[in-house]
């Protein structure tokens, strides 16, 4: 479980990277922000549930600030725009190609 948290986390680090060198040279990042939400808050998302998998009961308490990572993320995928409004996003852009 430790090695797919690492395994989404250098993922979403590299499309960020890359978004990033994409602004820098004055492209347009429209869709690429969008990918970006998705993938990270996704990925906050799985690695959040994999922490609370690998803690057990403990994951549930305040064990560590466990649980509280869980719950702003969850809250996340909601505030930072929700996962289904980036995808119609990327979805139009990919159309519109």
């Known amino acids: 479980m430790l090695a797919e948290c690492k395994v989404d986390i ?3 680090r590299a499309l960020i990277l890359k978004t990033a060198r994409k602004l820098h040279r004055g492209k347009d990042v429209t869709m690429d922000v969008s990918l970006c939400k998705y993938l990270s808050t996704e990925m906050c998302f799985r690695v959040a549930h994999r922490v609370v998998q690998i803690f057990g009961g403990r994951g549930y308490t305040k064990y560590r600030g466990i649980e509280r990572f869980f ?5 996340a995928r909601i505030y930072e725009g929700t ?3 980036h995808l119609l996003n ?6 519109a190609e």
């Open 10 to 12: 250098e993922s979403a």
């Open 83 to 85: 996962s289904q409004i």
């Open 71 to 75: 719950r702003d993320v969850r809250a």
């Open 90 to 95: 990327i979805g139009k852009r990919l159309l």
